[in-house]
């Protein structure tokens, strides 16, 4: 049972641990920017219905104000794109920093495998 | 010889949390882990007082192994997605799969940052023309807006670009030189 408890180092233990905290926090963030993504096009519209309350714009909805503005609404588009883009590329940035590590203490175990063991 | 590996396959998964030991042991996926896994799963699990459940119908073949015609890996690639004895610690499949996609958004971040910067082109104008005091509405103007915009794009294009560019790269040697530090693998270098 020590020989087992040897074989990993603290720092294995320790990189394996922030492997699982990166894989897990990687979908944690991508949740957070879809919402985000949704917040965006919702801040868009609570600032229609600001204008529309002191009498700044003639449109009775946000959407009759996308369709009659189209630049408008393909800038909100895009705004909301990059923001839920923005959120996939740091899934797949912590999803890479956990791959990697794990790949990290793979190699080194195989080494200490190959020399016969603890060190 | 053989004990030796029992050992360091028992190792292994002592590492693992219950949940994760669980997991592996009820999807009884045969294709991925050994006998002797299963065998050192049990064992942990008996240790951990965990009630051991009933395991699902044994997996012997990958649906990843259908899943990866559908993606261009190479030759050495697929030589380590394939090989008899897969890592511990991370799928080779998932890293090739990330990185693909890496590559991918890499791309689609160049596509978007132009584009962006387009939509934004009036934004940029009116900044820009302040500084115009003569003639605001001069070909200048929009020369100027467009050089920045151009800039901006550029500059947003490097500082995604290539990050995302270096970590499948990174990825990828980091999965290499594991494949190449396992036992009975020839030394040759994978990528000439």
Known sequence: MNEQEEFFSPNHKRLLSIAVWARYLAWVVLVIYFFWAIGTYLQEQNMFMYYRAVGST?????????????FYGLSVFIEMIGVFLKGIVYFLVLKGISLGINMIVET????????GGTQ | ???????????RMTLKETDELLEIWQNNDRAEWSDDAFE???????????????????????????????????N???RIVDNENPPDFYDPFDVLLTTKRIDWMAKVMIVFT?????INFRTSLEMVRPYFFGNQNS?????????IIALNAALGIIVIYFPLKALAHILRILM?????????IEPNPLVE
């Open chain 1, 58 to 70: 003639n449109h009775s909805n946000f959407i009759g104000l996308l369709k009659g503005f189209p």
């Open chain 1, 108 to 115: 080194d175990i195989n080494y200490r495998e190959q020399k």
């Open chain 2, 1 to 11: 010889m053989n004990n030796d590996i029992r050992t360091q396959i028992r190792s």
């Open chain 2, 40 to 74: 050192a799963i049990k064992e942990i699990l008996k240790e951990r007082s965990v009630d051991i459940p009933e395991q699902n119908a044994p997996i012997y073949e990958h649906k990843e192994e259908k899943e990866q015609k559908d993606y261009d890996f190479s």
């Open chain 2, 76 to 78: 050495e690639e697929l």
């Open chain 2, 114 to 118: 132009i584009l962006y910067n387009i």
């Open chain 2, 139 to 147: 070909a200048l103007v929009y020369v100027f807006t467009a050089l």
């Open chain 2, 176 to 184: 290499e030189m594991e494949f190449r530090s396992r036992k009975g």
